[in-house]
């Protein structure tokens, strides 16, 4: 058996021992805000529920490994103290994804990832509308485990409101496991979707992907492209240029004809095709075409 001790590894690898090792592990979307009124939404998957009486969460922001500097989410935590914990499904996976891209302080990721806003009803941050259960919550205590990079930081709350959309409920008016659809978080790419088993979520870019608030009003409001689709188009860096869209009009196999039809759910469904094949400046390339 291959053994260390994590006193002889770098934080970087260690990091990857660990969440290769403890998995699948349930993601807190965390909405905040800071002292001027600005949200912030970032997944967490250093998260769990650890009690019912009261109801307590506890989830951890933790220091960057690479440069040992705190995220938006935690500074906000410790300046005004209340969080809304939403649970993340299937249908809103790649959305979650892009929002974890590292934008500049005061973007809002709820545009970027195509999100919406819902105004909390005992707390100050956002909850995500498309989240299957929203929890309101109120930090109760901050825990930072070390001053170096890769340091853990446990925001504690307490849960003082649960919302729960009535189509994951069970005739019983408990939470179907089913109707959920929950992802959870497993070592590198890959999740784990409690109906069907592991799947690959690329890693959002380096540099910034455009987001879903830079795409055209007809894709955004397209009634073929879902959530997840929206998602990884909204994570490429750049838009594909005229020339590039025209030589792929000229070259790829029944786009001009598709185009020049001017059948936009069509078009939007050949995207899509193109979406599920990981292949996104494919679908921006016919989705711009004319």
Not at 83 to 96: E, K, L, P, S
Not at 98 to 113: D, H, M, P, Q, R
Request: proline letters at 5%.
């Amino acid at each position: 058996m291959f053994s260390i001790e994590p006193k002889d590894i770098g934080t970087g690898k260690l990091h990857q021992y660990l969440l290769g090792s403890i998995g699948p592990r349930p993601i807190a979307f965390a909405s905040t805000i800071d002292e001027e009124g600005k949200p912030n939404l970032s997944p967490f998957s250093f998260f769990n529920v650890f009690g019912a009486n009261p109801p307590v969460l506890i989830f951890s922001p933790a220091r960057r490994g690479r440069d040992n500097t705190t995220k938006h989410t935690f500074e906000n935590a410790k300046k005004v103290d209340e969080v809304v914990i939403n649970v993340v499904n299937y249908d809103i996976v790649q959305q979650m994804s892009l929002s974890s891209t590292e934008y500049g302080e005061g973007v809002n990721e709820f545009e970027k990832a195509g999100l919406t806003m819902l105004k909390s009803d005992l707390v100050k941050p956002f909850r995500v509308a498309e989240s299957p259960v929203q929890m309101e919550c109120k930090i109760v205590d901050i825990i930072e485990t070390g001053t170096e990079g890769g340091a853990g930081n446990l925001v504690i709350c307490h849960v003082v409101k649960i919302h729960v959309k009535e189509e994951v409920l069970d005739e019983n008016g408990y939470i179907d496991q089913y109707k959920i659809d929950q992802v959870a978080r497993m070592g590198g790419n890959w999740y784990s979707r409690a109906r069907t088993g592991m799947f690959e979520v690329p890693k959002p870019l380096s540099t910034l992907g455009i987001g879903v608030d830079a795409m055209p009003e007809e894709i955004r409001n397209s009634k073929v492209l879902t959530g997840n689709d929206l998602g990884k188009l909204g994570n490429v860096e750049s838009l594909p240029d005229e020339a590039e869209i025209q030589n792929f009009k000229k070259h790829e196999a029944g786009v001009a004809e598709l185009v020049e039809k001017k059948d936009q759910d069509k078009i939007h469904k050949q995207a899509q095709r193109y979406l599920d094949q990981d292949e996104p400046m494919k679908a921006w390339k016919i989705l711009l075409a004319k």
